[in-house]
């Protein structure tokens, strides 16, 4: 896949905000700073992982040429050598690829997750109390951060609906195709005759919204102030300190009651706000980009079953890609990165090819 004539595009565009950033006077407009800075940062990140990919590439041209000599020592190290290149350009090749696309809305943001127990009563609250360990142990392997916002206990160490906040690199990149049904079958704990059940927990994975993202203004909110609660008033302050906020122009609803303190319910209960509001705009923006994707990957809508996990078989099936891995006691643990990737080479192949197909045919 030849992309030179798109870098070559890539390195004038360079060249101009280069100039764009000398102008003087370049920051009395701050919103329009920050977005050429912005793209200044990310063209300039693409223009040195393609050089990299170049030397990288060449590198392995000189050791193949090694490889072929007849001094079977330097042979041996040279295809060593080539099989470390070899991964480094499948990285590289795959990073030039996600630089040349146009920006997703949000993609370099962190993400906030909200859980809910779906079809299968008490079953439901334990797996997607289940659902939420798993991401919690991904996050720790991979060094991210999570905070809990807001949750909802059920009985048996179930949660009715939880709300967290995970931050790190490109996390919303990482986990946005998390977004839909999730399916679970396995004998309960609370089955007496050993029988399979079904039950399903809906989750949605939103890119963080910072206030100049959106605007909310004062007087479309209606800000309601409540008694917190939980099962036995355990991990909740008990005073009124759950806050219920309601966005009057779409209906939304916010409830938090997981911190200590009315402001600061509050504040979490309009960040959930904003981070849906610009999830509504974001797929607002991929159903003009393409409509074709929605039927690849699927929209992450909260009706739209994604996965399986059935445990009596050790198995995870991603319905949408056709993947399956017989290793759910390790996925359910957090190991769940072969299926993200998975997913995320599935749809970047599919907007490449949306995005340069006439280019790539071309060359």
């Known amino acids: 896949m030849d992309l030179s004539q798109l870098i070559e595009k890539k390195i004038s565009r360079l060249t101009e905000l280069e100039h764009e950033l000398g102008k003087s006077g370049f ?4 919103a329009y700073a ?21 030397d990288t590439r060449r590198r392995i041209a000189e050791d193949r040429e090694f490889a072929d000599g007849t001094d079977r020592e330097i042979a041996e190290l040279a295809l060593a050598e080539i099989a470390v290149l070899e991964s480094d350009k499948e990285y590289l090749e795959r990073e030039v690829r996600i630089g040349l696309l146009p920006p997703a809305v949000g993609e ?10 779906g079809t299968g009563g008490l079953e439901a609250t334990l797996f997607a109390a289940d659902l939420y360990r798993m991401y919690c142990r991904y996050s720790e392997a ?14 048996l160490g179930g949660l009715k ?5 995970m931050s790190g690199e490109v996390v919303f990149r990482r986990l946005r195709y998390e977004s839909g049904v999730h399916r679970v079958q396995r004998v309960p704990a609370t ?14 994975v939103l890119p963080e919204a910072q206030e100049i993202d959106i605007d909310i203004f004062p007087q479309d909110l209606r800000i309601e102030v409540c008694r917190a609660g939980g099962p036995g008033g355990q991990g909740v302050n008990t005073t009124d300190s759950a806050v219920q906020v309601l966005h009057v122009p779409t209906g939304k609803i916010v409830r938090c009651q997981d911190g200590r303190s009315q402001q600061q319910n509050k504040e979490r209960a309009l960040q959930i706000l904003r981070s849906r509001l610009l999830e509504e705009k974001r797929r607002e923006e991929e159903k003009k980009y393409s409509a074709h994707r929605k039927n690849l990957i699927g929209s992450g809508g909260r009706g739209e079953k994604i996965r399986t996990y059935n445990f009596p078989q050790n198995r995870v099936t991603d319905h949408r890609i056709g993947l399956t891995l017989y290793s759910l006691d ?6 769940i990165h072969e299926l993200i990737e998975a997913l995320q080479n599935r749809d970047l192949e599919e907007r490449v090819k949306q995005s340069f197909g006439p280019i790539l045919h071309h060359n």
């Open 27 to 30: 920051f009395s407009n701050v």
């Open 330 to 335: 390790r996925f359910i643990e957090g190991e």
């Open 161 to 165: 609906e939880v709300t967290f906040k």
């Open 108 to 117: 370099g943001r962190d993400a906030i997750i909200e859980i809910r127990a």
């Open 142 to 155: 991979n060094e991210l951060k999570t905070e809990t916002m807001d949750v909802s206990e059920s009985e």
């Open 34 to 54: 920050r977005q050429i800075l912005r793209e200044h940062a990310c063209t300039k990140h693409l223009v040195k992982t393609w050089k990299a990919l170049l």
């Open 191 to 204: 089955e007496t005759q050993g029988r399979i059940h079904t039950s399903t927990a809906t989750v949605a």
